[in-house]
């Protein structure tokens, strides 16, 4: 089957550092995205990984193991306005390529 | 400003109206979609669009019509719809379909639908 999991929602602290986890089961597999939602807002493209590794840009980071079928997105130096929901999407490949969402994870990142 | 622009932003309408959703974006992408958001579920791809042409549809109720008159505008009509059709809509752009090569979705603000 076709799967995305990721925690509902995290709590961290201003300043600290936080990953977010997302799990996902595709038939075959042609790279994963974050997206940032903010409450009200239009989601907003954070990262793509398709090799396996670690993606830097600023403050943000994106994790992909293929042979895990696991990624993460890692958030240093907490600020309040990184508050928002974060949206894991897969691409499936084969017959039925299209994206796979998950939930999203609410972050509440607290003084 | 992520150059997808949809309007209205909210809209209230009865079970027997007849309203369309609007969307436009300044991209110059091939690909525009419509998506629905509602909580507790992940995102829903209704329509998918490239070069103006239909390539998908997800099963969606013949309430929902979408419409694309060239590449750059997108339109949902929406007619007799039901409450549990109450949710975000998100129109969304790339510069090609996203299953073919990875593209990049760049979302609309959404147009938030409450049908009483």
């Known amino acids: 089957g076709q799967n995305i999991d990721q925690p509902t929602e995290m709590t961290a602290t201003e300043g600290a550092i936080v990953q977010i986890n997302c799990t996902y089961q595709t038939s075959g597999f042609n790279g994963l995205f974050w997206y940032q939602q903010h409450a009200g807002e239009a989601p907003t493209f954070l990262s793509y990984?398709?090799l396996d590794g670690l993606e830097e840009k600023g403050r943000f980071s994106s994790f992909l193991s293929r042979s895990k079928g696991y990624s993460y997105l890692l958030l240093k130096e907490l600020q309040m306005k990184d508050s928002a929901s974060y949206l894991c999407?897969?691409?499936?490949?084969?017959?039925?390529?299209?994206?796979?969402w998950g939930l999203g994870t609410s972050l509440a990142v607290n003084p | 400003e992520t150059g997808v622009t949809q309007t209205p932003r909210h809209l209230v309408m009865g079970m027997t109206n007849k309203k369309s959703l609007k969307c436009e974006q300044h991209?110059?992408?091939?690909?525009m979609y419509w998506y629905k958001q509602s909580a507790k579920k992940p995102l829903e791809l209704m329509f998918v669009?490239?070069?103006?042409?239909?390539?998908e549809n997800n099963s969606v109720p013949s309430r929902f019509s979408p419409e694309c008159p060239n590449s750059s505008h997108l339109f949902l009509h929406l007619h007799t719809l039901q409450p549990e059709d109450s949710a975000l809509y998100l129109c969304?752009?790339?510069?090609?379909?996203?299953?073919?090569?990875?593209?990049?979705?760049?979302f609309g603000e959404g147009s938030w639908l409450t049908v009483v």
């Open positions: 969304a752009s790339s510069q090609d379909l996203v299953d073919l090569s990875g593209n990049t979705i760049y």
């Open positions: 669009y490239s070069l103006e042409e239909r390539v």
């Open positions: 991209l110059g992408h091939n690909a």
């Open positions: 999407a897969a691409l499936n490949a084969g017959n039925n390529r299209k994206l796979i």
């Open positions: 990984n398709v």
